[in-house]
């Protein structure tokens, strides 16, 4: 009988872990307006640049704040897809910023750098 309770007890305590991880609807909200506004500070820094260099910042801005948003989901709602959902936006992400980045080159060195950043995305 003491076994079956400890069992029991080990059972509940595994499948409630999650829950204890997860954060409140506050918290989650309070959590989601300050990236929201990292974002928006990010995004003003870069109005000091030009040309590509703020699409490039630009992109970083905007990248960190869908890997953020993403986290926080995975925190709020802890689940296999949301899991696995930050790690696509990080993959793409990083793409879109190296498309960016490719946007410098010319020529052959620019579509080089493309289909490099497209095959890193691919294989991630």
């Known amino acids: 009988m003491k076994t079956k309770l400890l069992l029991l007890s080990v059972a ?17 909200k309070t959590q989601k307006d300050a990236v929201s506004s990292t974002y928006k500070a990010n995004r003003d820094k870069c109005n000091a640049l030009k040309d590509n260099a703020k699409d490039i910042c630009v992109s970083e801005a905007k990248g960190a704040e869908k890997v953020a948003k993403a986290e926080l989901e995975a925190t709020y709602k802890p689940t296999t897809r949301n899991t696995e ?9 990083a793409y879109d910023t190296a498309k960016e980045k490719c946007d410098d080159m010319s020529g052959d060195a620019k579509s080089a750098c493309k289909k490099e950043a497209k095959m890193k995305h691919d294989t991630k």
Do not use: R
């Open 12 to 28: 509940m305590t595994c499948a409630f872990s999650n829950a204890a991880l997860a954060l409140t609807k506050e918290e989650y």
């Open 85 to 93: 959902k930050v790690s696509k936006v990080k993959h793409d992400a």
